[in-house]
């Protein structure tokens, strides 16, 4: 698992922070051993309130880890760097900014591109993504799922080594959800960046991924994980496959462990959320 | 909303068309009577009102002293700028006003800022910024007066004060409300602080900012005019106070005409621009 081909490797990461209401240390994950490998497509799932997310913002360097380490191709996470590209669950679009602007806004952010060739790429992006023509829209003009559109081509253009996902479709009605998966894949597959995706969707899990890793309940860790060995492309339909529905079982079972956790084990853990 | 996804969304993706536009889906299309509605029904409730008051005016149950109509008042306000002083008096508060509220603008917006960025700051002026907001600083006239004579200096020292406050705290406001979302995002992609606080901050805070503005007008004419009815030489508080204490009653209502004139159109100059700046924001009507 540790292996040094490894894109991304934790190892024993633990996160806690204060929660200044209550004045209590709050341990969001403990003791995560996980690697990702060069262009694997990893999901995480767990149950609510697992600290997956947490995690994720710490890979994204956000947040410090309070222990163990956090390695993104050998080299120690400290702070957010243009190796690493985080697509939103809440889109978080300048809504004084066109479609156009907000897909530049990385690059901008990150001082990586100068300004003409970052609006020629982020035009080729913003087609790629199934945007063209919404150029000039503003984000209130959009639904939904255009906004997590502009969310995602806003990170594929920093060009990162790594991109990470948090929970980007979550907010959206199934039907936007499925398709976006779809396209998400498509775009994937003509890049195959690394890509580490979190979820509370199974399903979503599966159809995406190369491996699916389950956290247990706060403070997470990893309790397995499954290679998921369905052949790409993916349409839609594999969703309905005999293989997918065995993996959807045994995810679901390896949750359900972890929901239906004694209650004593509950109270000397952390405080509730 | 997820009704548009619905059916807008996976068509568009199969097809690549363009989704159809809100607009064209609109089942009714406002009138263009609709349109014009806010400014017919505004207009006939003033010349309704202007009416009434020339009625109750002209029947004259109480003299043109006490009681004049608006038809007296636009008489003497035509008078008004038949005399040379008048152009004197627009002149002389105009300046005041010019200085004192651009300085207003200037010092606010940056006391405001900063305060709003730098949160030591703002701790520091807090006790300061919340004193004077809550006293009328017209009652420092007396002390502006034995500082700085019955000049200009005086009143341009109040509407300073008056628009001031307004400002900073609208504007620290904008900066404060900045949304956590987009702060994450940017430090997410490392921005640095300067651009976080110009494309993220600063442009966010633009409708705050644009508020106190307005709301400073209103606090900088109260100024001008308070002033000048205490102590002054020239200027069209003065030339209120003095046609109230001479009963031309028409003449200090076309005065008091002026201000509340002078006050509507940079309210809405400034509604224009900031109207200007959200035109991002799908309107709401």
């Given amino acids: 698992m540790y292996d040094r081909s490894a894109k991304l490797a934790a190892k024993g990461v633990g996160i806690e922070y204060w929660l200044h209401r209550s004045k209590t240390l709050f341990t969001a994950v403990k003791g995560v051993d996980l690697a990702v490998r060069p262009g694997e497509f990893l999901a995480i799932v767990g149950p609510s309130g697992c600290g997956k997310t947490t995690f994720l913002n710490a890979v994204d360097g956000l947040i410090p880890i309070a222990e163990g380490s956090l390695t993104l191709d050998g080299r120690e996470i400290t702070k957010p760097g243009p190796d690493r590209a985080m697509v939103f669950q809440q889109p978080g679009l300048l809504p004084w900014r066109t479609v156009l602007g907000n897909v530049i806004f990385g690059v901008e952010a990150q001082g990586s591109m100068g300004k003409r060739e970052a609006i020629d790429r982020a035009k080729q992006q913003i087609e790629l993504v199934g945007l063209k023509g919404f150029e000039d829209a503003y984000p209130l003009e959009l639904s939904g799922g255009m906004q997590q559109r502009v969310n995602l081509a806003r990170a594929l253009l920093t060009n990162p080594e790594m991109l990470l996902l948090d929970e980007p479709f979550a907010a959206l009605d199934a039907q936007t959800r499925e398709m976006m998966q779809l396209e998400l894949l498509k775009i994937w597959s003509q890049t195959r960046k690394t890509a580490l995706f979190i979820t509370h969707d199974i399903k979503e899990a599966i159809y995406l991924s190369d491996r699916v890793i389950v956290f247990t309940r706060r403070p997470g860790r990893v309790k397995n994980e499954l290679e998921i060995k369905l052949s790409r492309p993916r349409d839609l339909r594999v969703k309905r496959d005999p293989q997918f529905l065995t993996y959807e079982d045994e995810i679901w079972e390896s949750i359900q462990e972890e929901l239906a956790v004694p209650a004593e084990r509950l109270m000397k853990g952390v405080p509730a959320a | ?285």
């Fill in chain 2, 1 to 285: 909303m997820s009704k548009e996804v619905l059916l807008g969304e996976p068509f568009a993706t199969r097809t690549g068309d363009r989704i159809p536009a809100r607009e064209t889906r609109s089942v009714v299309r406002p009138s263009r009577i609709k349109q014009y509605e806010p400014l017919v029904i505004g207009t006939f409730s003033v010349v309704f009102a202007l009416t009434a008051w020339q009625l109750v005016a002209n029947a004259r149950i109480y003299s043109v002293l006490f009681l004049p109509g608006p038809w007296d008042v636009a008489q003497a306000f035509v008078k008004l700028f038949q005399t040379d002083d008048i152009w004197l008096d627009i002149a002389t508060s105009g300046t005041e006003m010019g200085i004192g509220y651009g300085m207003a603008i200037a010092v606010g917006l940056l006391i405001g800022l900063l305060m709003g960025w730098y949160t030591r700051f703002q701790y520091a002026l807090d006790p300061f910024v919340n004193f004077f907001y809550s006293t009328p600083r017209i009652v420092l006239i007396p002390l502006f007066i034995l500082w700085f004579g019955i000049e200009m200096t005086p009143k341009i020292a109040v509407i300073f004060l008056g628009a001031l406050f307004p400002i900073i705290i609208n504007t620290m406001a904008g900066v404060r409300n900045t949304e956590a979302a987009l702060l994450r995002v940017a430090r997410s992609f490392g921005a640095s602080d300067a651009l976080i606080f110009r494309r993220v901050v600063l442009p966010g805070s633009v409708p705050f900012i644009l508020t106190g503005f307005r709301l400073g007008i209103g606090h900088a004419l109260t100024g001008v005019v308070v002033a000048e009815l205490i102590a002054a030489k020239h200027g069209v508080g003065q030339l209120i106070a003095i046609a109230g204490q001479t009963f031309q009653t028409p003449k200090m209502l076309a005065g008091v005409l002026l201000i509340a004139g002078t006050g509507m159109l940079l309210t809405t100059l400034l509604q224009r621009i900031e109207n200007r700046f959200q035109s991002w924001r799908p309107q709401i009507k």
